[in-house]
């Protein structure tokens, strides 16, 4: 199975400042079919998870523009650009290139300090 | 609006079967598939596998294979989850979610239900 290892696991920020959170596969995401199946998901607390990334970069519907993906192969980040109180939670990055073993990130805690 | 609605929280004995539905709206059932993912107390997210909700044919994960079951009722648009020979390790928030495929034929997990708590515990 593909591994995914993000970094920080905790990440105390100021309100109005920005976060960052890394997340690394061991092994490229690139499929056969030239398309990278990477997702970011953010869970609040008590709730289901909620997609924000799909496609390394792309927001999903309704997403704020604060919230933005990049990278590439095997190493991929999500930034806030400034961090509001609602976006307390937890992080998850998602593979989705090796079927039938989709996996995602330990999770990465987003907490305000 | 798509929306995924599960079933209410089950507390069952070890060696007992539960069963959890997922009933979809908003959207046409059979032309996404559907996935299952576990949340242990306190831990991640974990892919238990998917099934074509078009053909009805299911993919387990590695680690979910034996004693769980995907299955669908078109006709209700809804998606069911039964594990069997319960143990206190499947004590967890089971999610059903959705893969959505866009017009290039990209997929990706996009819409999740609110989750239902299953308690194994004697």
């Known amino acids: 199975d593909i591994v995914m290892t993000q970094t920080p696991l905790s990440s105390p920020v100021t309100l109005g400042q920005p976060a960052s959170i890394s997340c690394r596969s061991s092994?490229?995401?690139?499929?056969?079919?030239?398309?990278?199946?990477l997702s970011w998901l953010q869970q609040r607390p008590g709730q289901p998870p909620r997609l924000l990334i799909y496609k390394i970069s792309n927001r999903f519907s309704g997403v704020p523009d604060r919230f933005s993906g990049s990278g590439a192969g095997t190493d991929f980040t999500l930034k806030i650009s400034r961090v509001e109180a609602e976006d307390v939670g937890v992080y998850y990055c998602m593979q989705a290139t090796q079927f039938p073993s989709w996996t995602f990130g330990q999770g990465t805690k987003v907490e305000i300090k | 609006q798509v929306q995924l609605v599960q079933s209410g929280s089950e507390l069952k004995k070890p060696g007992a079967s539960v069963k959890v539905s997922c009933k979809a709206s908003g959207y046409t059932f059979t032309s996404y598939a559907m996935n299952w993912v576990r949340q242990a107390p306190g831990q991640g997210l974990e892919w238990m596998g998917w099934?074509?909700?078009?053909?009805?044919?299911?993919t387990y994960a590695q680690g979910f294979t034996g004693r769980f079951v995907f299955s669908l009722d078109t006709s209700v648009s809804t998606a069911y989850l039964q594990i069997s020979s319960l143990k206190a390790e499947d004590t967890a928030v089971y999610y059903c979610?959705?893969?959505?495929?866009?017009?290039?034929?990209?997929?990706?997990?996009?819409?999740w239900g609110q989750g239902t708590l299953v308690t194994v515990s004697s």
């Open positions: 092994q490229s995401l690139v499929h056969s079919d030239g398309n990278t199946y």
């Open positions: 979610a959705r893969t959505y495929y866009d017009s290039s034929g990209y997929y990706f997990i996009d819409y």
């Open positions: 099934i074509n909700t078009n053909t009805g044919n299911p």
